[in-house]
């Protein structure tokens, strides 16, 4: 098993900006995808974005493109999730997991997940 630890939400104000990251147990994963998610109370876990870690290729939600972005810092095994324009609609636990495939959006790939970041974006 691998274990992922979120970090960076906070409780912002509509139109903050956000840096979220996320740090692996120490293992490498060259050959995963990594994906961030959301869930809020009472919905479904939602797929915002990934990247490949060896060939940095992403996949974003379309709902996610424009505000938020993605990427990976190989050396520090490191994935981030940068936000902006944050809105109270984005209010939601931020998870960070990893997938045995290339690149999927899909929640049932990804095999190991991370406790979870809370982000609370108030009017």
């Known amino acids: 098993q691998v274990q992922l630890v979120e970090s960076g939400g906070g409780l912002v104000q509509a139109g903050a900006s956000l840096r979220l990251s996320c740090v692996p147990s120490?293992?490498?994963?060259?050959?995963?995808?990594m994906g961030w998610f959301r869930q809020a109370p009472g919905k479904e876990r939602e797929f915002i974005a990934a990247?490949?870690?060896?060939?940095?290729?992403?996949l974003y939600a379309d709902s996610m493109k424009g505000r938020f972005a993605i990427s990976r810092d190989n050396g520090k095994n490191t994935l981030y999730l940068q936000m902006n324009s944050l809105k109270p609609e984005d209010t939601a636990v931020y998870y960070c997991?990893?997938?045995?495939?290339?690149?999927?959006?899909?929640?049932?790939?990804?095999?190991?997940w991370g406790q979870g970041t809370q982000v609370t974006v108030s009017s």
């Open positions: 990247i490949t870690w060896s060939g940095g290729l992403i």
């Open positions: 997991a990893a997938a045995q495939a290339r690149l999927t959006r899909t929640l049932g790939a990804y095999d190991f």
């Open positions: 120490g293992r490498t994963f060259t050959s995963y995808s």
